[in-house]
């Protein structure tokens, strides 16, 4: 098995580490291997994309999601850390609104699985960070939406005391009691 996967408090939204090789030369690991991926995690999933951003200490990026062709995210930073959240948006789910965690890091290697029906983001804590994800579907522009980063209700812990660097759509982001949400 080339990953060790620890389930969250949000059933569905899991942590990946992969078996990291070293010596005295540096690294080698699978950063993913479909085969590896479905047994250890009991999923079958097909990606269809690759994104790869760089992002500056204090930007936030999130909390998006698509209402329409929702996407299930692999996600893993190859230089710095993140803070990294998921917000279960499935109004069906005993779950819905709760949120869960994990700092992401080019030393520590984790990745985080974020299924469909959920939204994500990620608050750069280093200095920089390059941050890479697959997903499952394909972006489109029209259904993503953004859940509003600091609404109460749903009251992430962000570690930071100032305000972040968002984009104007994520500042424009909606409530959880506004946001469009799935079955």
């Not at 098995?1 to 030369?25: Q, W």
């Not at 329409?68 to 710095?80: A, C, D, S």
């Not at 992401?104 to 941050?131: M, Y």
């Not at 609404?151 to 469009?180: C, E, F, I």
Request: glycine share 8%; hydrophobic share 40%; net charge negative.
């Amino acid at each position: 098995m080339s990953y060790t996967v620890t389930p969250t408090t949000l059933p569905g939204v899991l942590i990946l580490e992969p078996k990291v090789f070293g010596d005295a030369r540096g690294f080698f690991f699978e950063s993913f291997n479909a085969r590896d991926f479905a047994q250890c995690t009991g999923l079958d999933v097909q990606f269809v994309q690759d994104n790869h951003s760089k992002s500056a200490k204090g930007v936030l990026r999130g909390l998006h999601y698509q209402i329409e062709h929702p996407q299930g995210k692999l996600v893993r930073v190859t230089q710095g850390e993140v803070f990294d959240v998921a917000v279960d948006m499935r109004r069906s789910s005993p779950h819905f609104g709760q949120w869960e965690a994990v700092v992401l890091s080019a030393d520590n290697k984790r990745q985080h699985w974020i299924p469909p029906g959920f939204a994500h983001g990620f608050l750069v804590t280093s200095d920089s960070a390059e941050f890479l994800y697959k997903t499952t579907d394909y972006w489109y522009p029209e259904h993503e939406r953004s859940l509003l980063w600091n609404d109460p209700t749903v009251g992430v812990q962000w570690p930071t005391t100032s305000q972040p660097l968002l984009a104007a759509k994520d500042l424009a982001g909606l409530a959880l009691a506004q946001a469009a949400s799935f079955d």
